[in-house]
């Protein structure tokens, strides 16, 4: 398959995953975000008031505005795409997934035949020493990286294994097409309110390294794979 994935979890995923085949919705996409207020490094052309490390309040140049990017692309496709800016991080990190878990709970009760959930985020390390980017074409797009819970860690969770299975399926597409965009998955015991969707992920875009230049990029091309898929 050619798909590299990291198993953080308690499965043998080899075992677990035999059958990628899976049946969702496809013309409906929820993408909110767990940290919402997750920045990039500052440039010229992108600069803002900063609230903490790598991090602003400002959602013009937070991932809310990569999400934006994102939500722009699917819609051109012809997608219906919900994308909700609720702060989860703000004022408190702290208790970040229970605050997001309450709000895509209340969304999903309005658009309740919502398979794709994506929660967009970026890499968590704190410095600018990492900045993972491929080039397509003429752009220089941040790498992305799905990261997917299980119920390894003991909570209830009957979705994961769709969950692994569709993402698998996107990023199959995106290495046909696009070579290098995505890094190799992460699947770990840590359900990420993974279980409210049977297409439910989170998408890592770039890290603190990155400019938010080179993550607006990404999302043409990752809009092209959803679309593909």
Known sequence: MGVKVRSECSYNLQNEITDLNVNFNKNDILIFHTHTC????????????ATGNYRTTDLSYSVCRVGD?????????????VHDKTYHDYP???GS?????????NLLNTYSNTDIVIDLHRDAIGDNT??????????YCARIMFVIGTDGGGLWHENWRDNVKIALKIQKKADELYPGLFK????????YNHHLARGACIIEVGATGNTLEQCLNSMKYLGKVYNEI
């Open 130 to 139: 990492y900045a993972p980017t491929v080039k397509i074409g003429d752009d």
């Open 69 to 81: 990017e994102l939500e722009k692309y699917l819609k051109n496709y012809g997608y219906n795409v």
């Open 184 to 191: 190799p998955m992460i699947v770990r015991n840590s359900r």
């Open 92 to 94: 408190s990190y702290n």
């Open 97 to 105: 997934y229970n605050r997001s878990l309450n709000t895509v709970k």
């Open 38 to 49: 997750e920045s990039y490094t500052p440039t010229e052309q992108n600069n803002y008031p």
